[in-house]
């Protein structure tokens, strides 16, 4: 069981950056594979990134690749997103979650997820 906070959303210009963190509660957080997704208002839930249990391997969705970074501390047991250059068209809610048993980009494998925080960015 995991129970996952995000925070670091907020307003930024196209071009500029934020980055996002997720706070995991429990004891075995290096057990859960993570992974980070968004919605935009009125679009379905979109894969961003996700994270191998140790950190060793992530991956990217293709308009993120390049600008976004995933990285994990399995000591503070935390996740965060690192995002460059971003565009309007990032704008979304940014939610974290996780999952014990797959390296995934398909929400439906994951099982926890976080209350979601708010990234707009303006034109």
């Known amino acids: 069981q995991v129970q996952l906070v995000e925070s670091g959303g907020g307003l930024v210009q196209a071009g500029g950056s934020l980055r996002l963190s997720c706070a995991a509660s429990?004891?075995?957080?290096?057990?859960?594979?993570m992974g980070w997704f968004r919605q935009a208002q009125g679009k379905e839930r979109e894969f961003v990134a996700t994270?191998?249990?140790?950190?060793?391997?992530?991956s990217y969705a293709d308009s993120m690749k390049g600008r976004f970074t995933i990285s994990r501390d399995n000591v503070k047991n935390t996740v965060t997103l690192q995002m460059n250059s971003l565009k309007p068209e990032d704008t979304a809610v940014y939610y974290c979650?996780?999952?014990?048993?797959?390296?995934?980009?398909?929400?439906?494998?994951?099982?926890?997820w976080g209350q979601g925080t708010q990234v707009t960015v303006s034109s």
């Open positions: 979650a996780a999952n014990r048993a797959y390296y995934s980009t398909n929400y439906q494998r994951y099982d926890y």
């Open positions: 429990g004891r075995t957080f290096s057990s859960y594979f």
């Open positions: 994270i191998s249990r140790s950190g060793g391997d992530a």
